[in-house]
């Protein structure tokens, strides 16, 4: 009997495009996350859901409500898959953080297993309530197709986990784009098998939905 897990970061919202710092801020999406949504919604509608959870900030589920459009399911929204509270970082440009912050921003860019802000979570707090959260899904639905939507940090975290990784190995965990698609299958013993990590098909074959640059391909955030 396996157990089905998959994970979709949210579309575009209005962090990505803005560069800044999005963390727990309830940023809505942006035009080209609608488009991303949409496309989305066609790529989920064969894959059998039995439930889906979502992180509770607006960004995150509208991105489960397009991929429950051809399922009419309940969304479960649980804070487990929130983003990370950035603290002090929150808001603020990334061009401006390593002159703000010159320390802690060292430790997001060189460092991340390790970083922390005095206000926020420390990515130890992350990792761990992903973890949790996730393992919880998993195991109060064996047998079952779960979807995780949720976020880059807090997936990354998670893939971490479920790679065997420790927190410290984070680094040869890749970030997941927006919409981007992994899953996990999990035999009885809930042992977990990589499937596949950010698939993003759907959405690249079409300028008007191609992930914005990000701050971890964006040479200037550097």
């Known amino acids: ?33 609608q488009r991303q949504l949409d496309k989305l919604a066609v790529k989920c509608k ?45 808001g603020v440009k990334w061009e401006e953080l390593p002159v703000l912050f010159p320390d802690t921003y060292n430790k997001w860019r060189n460092d991340f297993a390790k970083f922390a802000t005095e206000k926020g979570e420390a990515m130890t707090d992350v990792y761990r309530r992903v973890s949790l959260g996730a393992m919880k899904a998993v195991r109060e639905n064996k047998g079952r197709t779960v979807l995780i939507v949720s976020h880059g940090c807090a997936i990354r975290n998670l893939c971490c986990y479920l790679r065997g990784f420790s927190l410290e190995e984070i680094s040869g965990c890749e970030w997941v784009d927006n919409t981007g698609i992994c ?8 042992k977990p098998t990589e499937i596949f990590v950010n698939d993003c098909a ?15 391909r964006n040479k200037n955030s550097e």
């Open 46 to 90: 064969d894959i059998p859901f039995d439930v889906i959870y979502s992180s509770p900030l607006i960004r995150a589920v509208k991105t489960a409500q397009a991929a429950n459009k051809h399922h009419g399911l309940e969304i479960i929204t649980d804070s487990a898959f929130s983003e990370i509270n950035g603290g002090e970082f929150e």
């Open 183 to 190: 899953r996990y299958d999990f035999e009885e013993d809930l």
């Open 202 to 216: 759907h959405i690249m074959n079409d300028p008007s939905t191609v992930p914005h640059q990000m701050f971890w």
């Open 1 to 33: 009997m396996v157990t089905k897990l998959y994970l979709i970061r949210h579309c575009e919202a209005l962090g990505n495009i803005n560069g800044t710092f999005q963390g727990s801020i309830d940023e809505d999406i942006t035009e080209k996350g």
